[in-house]
């Protein structure tokens, strides 16, 4: 298979994927905004390259309007991968590792995917963070355990992006951490960034500076919580439970 071959699969398997979850979705616009964000296009440039008003894509997302059938949800599918393709590919490339990946590691100790999005200061709430780096406010769609010590030691950079599922706008909580350093160094080094980084075992002040800057330069949101960890995996479990409820 040449590469231009393997390319086209990649795209074509990705394509499938979030069309598919957008369609079936409870919540398509939820599901839509989430894979935008996710490549980092603004409602402007999605809007712009299908030639219609940002309110158009605005009002999909925030459930305003009719949810998409299934030929809009192709348009707009095909519209942020060409825009990713135009800009380089590369979040085409980083989801082409998680397309074929082993669907378990080692390195994870936790995952799950939210249907309704949670924000970074419920988060903080739930598993008693301390706030070190505010950073960009995203809506989460889940979460993701993470041994450090394994992932940092024993996973390469192509790797490591596997552990963020198939939504980077998840809490990626690392395990085993010492001064938040390494993690940090990890996230820096690859394409995708999570929607917030949880340093577990430390308060927020014995977070290493280094890693604080790192968050401030990324713009990323950095916790620090000593809750025990599977009183927090299944209190962000539940979230998901209560917020159905609600």
Do not use: C
């Amino acid at each position: 298979m040449s590469e231009d071959e393997s390319h086209d699969m990649v795209r074509q398997r990705l394509a499938e994927k979030m069309a598919g979850e957008i369609t079936l979705s409870e919540k398509p616009g939820e599901a839509l905004k989430k894979w935008r964000l996710n490549f980092e296009i603004a409602q402007t440039d999605l809007s712009g390259y299908l030639s219609v008003s940002p309110s158009v894509i605005s009002d999909y997302e925030s459930g305003r309007r009719k949810s998409p059938g299934t030929l809009i949800v192709s348009r707009i599918v095909d519209a942020l991968l060409e825009i990713d393709a135009q800009r380089g590919g590369q979040k085409i490339h980083a989801y082409e590792g998680i397309l074929f990946a082993d669907k378990t590691s080692k390195a994870i100790y936790a995952t799950y995917e939210y249907t309704f999005p949670m924000q970074v200061a419920k988060l903080a709430s739930i598993i008693e963070a301390d706030i070190v780096n505010k950073g960009i406010e995203k809506p989460l769609y889940g979460f993701t355990v993470v041994d450090s010590k394994k992932a940092i030691l024993e996973l390469s950079s192509h790797e490591f992006q596997k552990l963020y599922g198939w939504s980077t706008e998840r809490a990626m909580i690392f395990t085993k951490v010492t001064t938040g350093k390494s993690p940090m160094v990890a996230i820096r080094v690859t394409n995708l960034k999570p929607g917030a980084v949880v340093m577990h075992g430390l308060r927020g002040n014995e977070v290493h500076l280094m890693a604080k800057k790192m968050a401030e330069i990324d713009r990323i949101p950095l916790l620090a919580t000593t809750m025990d960890i599977d009183e927090m995996v299944e209190a962000l479990k539940k979230y998901s439970e209560y917020h159905v409820i609600e």
